[in-house]
């Protein structure tokens, strides 16, 4: 069995965004942004609620926070691996108007715009898995969990890893 890389590496996590056209939130971001790249990590985990709201709003404004978040994380001179948290998943608030075929409703936004809501990725001889916690009860809310679906999922990839490589 091959042992872990030694390879030195560091990465960012930066969770809860929340990013908005209001409250300087593009500016404070954008600045992370420039800290972050001075910093030079390998790479950038997010941790979810990316945006600052998409649950109760109509789809006009998830639409522009989806945009907005997706133009201003372009500024990372690294890679980016994305976690869909609650606040990216569209329309499950009756208050948002959000009609329930629409092709991007509940966590399909995030899927069609970002990418994957679970997924894994190997770096220098570490697994990080990349989990969605987030469940829509169907009834105005969300509870935190992961489903049946998702740990499956989890078991395949685990069988699939040398039980050396360290996993995040």
Same mark, same amino acid.
């Given at each position: 069995r091959n042992k872990p890389s030694a390879e030195a590496f560091s990465f960012v996590f930066m969770t809860d965004i929340h990013l908005?056209?209001? !409250?300087?939130?593009?500016? +404070?971001?954008t600045q992370a942004i420039r800290s972050v790249n001075s910093l030079k990590p390998d790479f950038v #985990?997010? +941790?979810?609620?990316? #945006?600052?709201?998409?649950?109760?709003? !109509?789809?006009?404004?998830?639409?522009?926070?989806y945009n907005l978040y997706l133009k201003t994380v372009r500024e990372f001179k690294m890679i980016v691996y994305n976690t869909m948290g609650n606040h990216e998943i569209y329309g499950i608030y009756s208050k948002s108007g959000a009609d329930h075929s629409n092709p991007e409703f509940g966590e399909k936004m995030f899927e069609k715009r970002i990418g994957e809501s679970y997924y894994s990725f190997?770096?220098? +001889?570490?697994?990080?898995?990349i989990l969605n916690s987030?469940?829509?009860?169907?009834?105005?809310?969300?509870? +935190?969990? #992961?489903?049946?679906?998702? #740990?499956e999922w989890i078991k395949s990839e685990l069988s699939k890893t040398d039980k050396m490589t360290p996993v995040v």
């Open positions: 908005t056209s209001e !409250r300087n939130a593009v500016e +404070g971001f #985990i997010t +941790g979810g609620d990316l #945006i600052m709201d998409a649950l109760g709003q !109509r789809y006009s404004k998830a639409d522009s926070l190997e770096h220098k +001889g570490w697994k990080f898995m987030v469940e829509d009860t169907g009834n105005d809310s969300y509870v +935190g969990m #992961i489903d049946d679906g998702q #740990i």
